[in-house]
T-cell receptor
Framework: GAVVSQHPSRVICKSGTSVKIECRSL??????MFWYRQFPKQSLMLMAT?????????EQGVEKDKFLINHASLTLSTLTVTSAHPEDSSFYIC???????????FGPGTRLTVT | AQKITQTQPGMFVQEKEAVTLDCTYD???????LFWYKQPSSGEMIFLIY??????QNATEGRYSLNFQKARKSANLVISASQLGDSAMYFC????????????FGQGTTLQVKP
């Protein structure tokens, strides 16, 4: 149980385009979903916290207009990287927190490359 | 402010031996949770073990145990009988407050198991 999927697992896009990453909790309802960014050999950096039906809370320094987060249902959150640039290339990981505990269940991650 | 510190960027261990990965934390909140995750080269975050701040006993999960020393604010991970498949990056994380369940991650330790 407690499986989280991410789609796509890898994406290559051209500079200036937008790309959407989906995060789904497959067998539970997620009260809260989190989006992280990770550069090679570095730690996970929390980008934003999203609760179903409300606006995401972004961490300091994260551009909300660039990284659009939508948490439309209890099983789906999306991250859209708008007008992507090469410096947005990174590993993006989502996690989902169920209503019954404080654990976070992580998705497998999405590797974004912007050319 | 809450903080997690892992001071060992890289560690080596001989196969079948035990290894300790260090983690110290700082928080003024009496209620907190500490997590250890393993991240192999594939990128997925694998939950290993959890310790609650009020837990009286050190957590154990198979070959993983957490050496929780509350007064010293340390939560070291001990892996017994290391296996080649244990080679990965390991992250210590702390749950930041009960409301959101946000996790703060340490810098990570890369563990290499030698045959």
């Amino acid at each position: 149980g407690a499986v989280v999927s991410q789609h796509p697992s890898r994406v290559i896009c051209k500079s200036g385009t937008s790309v959407k990453i989906e995060c789904r909790s497959l067998d539970f309802q997620a009260t809260t979903m989190f989006w992280y960014r990770q550069f090679p050999k570095q730690s996970l950096m929390l980008m934003a916290t999203s609760n179903e039906g409300s606006k995401a809370t972004y961490e300091q320094g994260v551009e909300k207009d660039k990284f659009l987060i939508n948490h439309a249902s209890l099983t789906l959150s999306t991250l859209t990287v708008t007008s992507a640039h090469p410096e947005d290339s990174s590993f993006y990981i989502c996690s989902a927190r169920p209503s019954w505990n404080y654990e976070q269940y992580f998705g497998p991650g999405t590797r974004l490359t912007v050319t | 402010a809450q903080k997690i510190t892992q001071t060992q960027p890289g560690m080596f261990v001989q196969e079948k031996e035990a290894v300790t990965l260090d983690c110290t934390y700082d928080t003024s909140d009496p209620s907190y949770g500490l997590f250890w995750y393993k991240q192999p080269s594939s990128g997925e975050m694998i939950f290993l073990i959890y310790q609650g701040s009020y837990d009286q006993q050190n957590a154990t999960e198979g070959r993983y145990s957490l050496n929780f020393q509350k007064a010293r604010k340390s939560a070291n991970l001990v892996i017994s009988a290391s296996q080649l498949g244990d080679s990965a990056m390991y992250f210590c994380a702390m749950r930041e407050g009960p409301e959101t369940g946000k996790l703060i991650f340490g810098q990570g330790t890369t563990l290499q198991v030698k045959p």
